[in-house]
């Protein structure tokens, strides 16, 4: 295992579970927003790998690490995204943000509290967004409202993988202390379906998570670029709709994920949200 392309998991941005780059997002800016995707997908395939050593992980994570502080040029994904960031004029920032929430992911198998998954959400989510903010040139102001979206966005991915997580990974994402306070051992999460316990757990998560949604609900209208903004409407659209679905169902035993059918009216109803609501013209150049 020289570099981290060696761990890939032969995943593509058609296999997540939100929209990566999606036809709406305008040509000029899908190269960049592609990069970045490619980046996060290795050092994500690096943290996850199954049998590599923590040390090895790490290694590979500080390699792709310096070859995007231009030190070397030995990780392919990091100097592509290198490159483009230097094009347009931009900091890496962002991207050794995100290389922050896979060293964790390597090392911190649990959390504790909502507030600190919401600190792992810092790193591991919201640079996500703000890459793609950048990208389009779009007002630091919308920052916190794409932070919001994206923290729920990870928690959504979190209560739908939770059983996955936990059996591949041994890694729970769901706070520890909620857990306890609900009487439900970890080990929980091997059963074909959720206790109540568990439920409750996942249920609380839901809401709290609904409420990111409604701090982010505005984020489409503070966004300049027109594509953009129906993409991160879309997205809204479609992690309302899971959190309800959350809270209704068991992702243990019952299937969450949306049918592309089910996606198509989301998009529909997305897009009719945008025409009936103006933009926030103020927000989106403060």
Not at 40 to 69: F, G, I
Not at 116 to 140: F, K, N, T, W
Not at 241 to 252: H, N, T
Request: a positive charge; charged letters at 30%.
């Amino acid at each position: 295992m020289n570099v981290a392309a060696d761990l890939s998991s032969g995943k593509g941005h058609r296999d997540e579970n939100f929209p990566v780059a999606s036809w709406l997002i305008a040509r000029r800016h899908r190269t960049p927003v592609m990069a970045f995707y490619r980046f996060a997908r290795t050092a994500d395939d690096v943290a996850d790998h199954p049998t590599a050593t923590a040390r090895e992980k790490l290694r590979l994570l500080e390699q792709m690490r310096a070859t995007l502080s231009g030190k070397h040029d030995k990780d392919a994904p990091a100097l592509a995204l290198r490159r483009q960031l230097d094009e347009r004029r931009l900091p890496p920032t962002h991207a050794l943000d995100l290389l922050e929430a896979f060293r964790r992911d390597v090392v911190k198998p649990r959390y504790e509290s909502w507030d600190e998954l919401m600190d792992y959400c810092r790193y591991s989510a919201a640079p996500v967004g703000r890459m793609v903010l950048d990208i389009h040139g779009e007002s630091q102001s919308t920052w916190s409202a794409n932070d919001a979206l994206c923290a729920a966005l990870q928690v959504i991915n979190h209560l739908q993988d939770c059983a996955k997580d936990y059996r591949e990974l041994d890694r729970v994402y769901l706070p520890t202390e909620q857990l306890a306070a609900a009487g439900v051992p970890v080990e929980a999460l091997r059963e074909k379906t959720a206790s109540p316990g568990l439920r409750l757990v996942i249920t609380t998560l839901a809401r709290r998570t609904a409420e990111l949604l409604a701090v982010s609900r505005p984020f489409a209208g503070q966004i300049r670029d027109r594509r953009l903004r129906a993409e991160v409407a879309f997205i809204q659209r479609i992690a309302e709709d899971l959190v309800g679905r959350l809270a209704a169902r068991d992702p243990l035993s019952e299937r969450v994920h949306h049918s592309k059918l089910e996606l198509v009216g989301l998009g529909a109803s997305a897009l009719g949200r945008l025409l009936r609501e103006p933009r926030d013209s103020a927000a989106a150049t403060r």
